[in-house]
């Protein structure tokens, strides 16, 4: 069982950046990734905004490219999105997710809402 209590949402406007971070209660290290989820307005999806592996190996959604950065600390137990260049589309709540390989089982936190909007 694990806790993650995600930070940093908030109003903004377009072009500009915001910080996301997640921590966890416990070590993430035993988890086989960590990411960002996010639901936007009237979807009932969460779609994957970035992965970062127990290796460090990153992955982004198209859309972000470029644009969002993950990042965690093995120390301090948590993960980091660094999101720039933002878009009224980027506007949803954002999910911190940790997965378990073996078995596959996802943990969630509560979310924080972003909303990107001049």
């Known amino acids: 069982q694990v806790h993650l209590v995600e930070s940093g949402g908030g109003l903004v406007q377009p072009g500009g950046s915001l910080r996301l971070s997640c921590a966890a209660s416990?070590?993430?290290?035993?988890?086989?990734?960590m990411g960002w989820y996010r639901q936007a307005p009237g979807k009932q999806q969460r779609e994957l905004v970035a992965t970062i592996t127990r290796e460090d190996s990153t992955n982004y959604a198209d859309s972000v490219k470029g644009r969002f950065t993950i990042s965690k600390d093995n120390a301090e137990n948590t993960v980091s999105l660094q999101m720039t260049s933002l878009k009224p589309e980027d506007t949803g709540v954002y999910y911190c997710n940790a997965r378990t390989a073996v078995p596959v089982y996802d943990y969630w936190g509560q979310g924080t809402q972003v909303t990107v909007s001049s």
């Open positions: 416990r070590s993430i290290f035993r988890f086989n990734a």
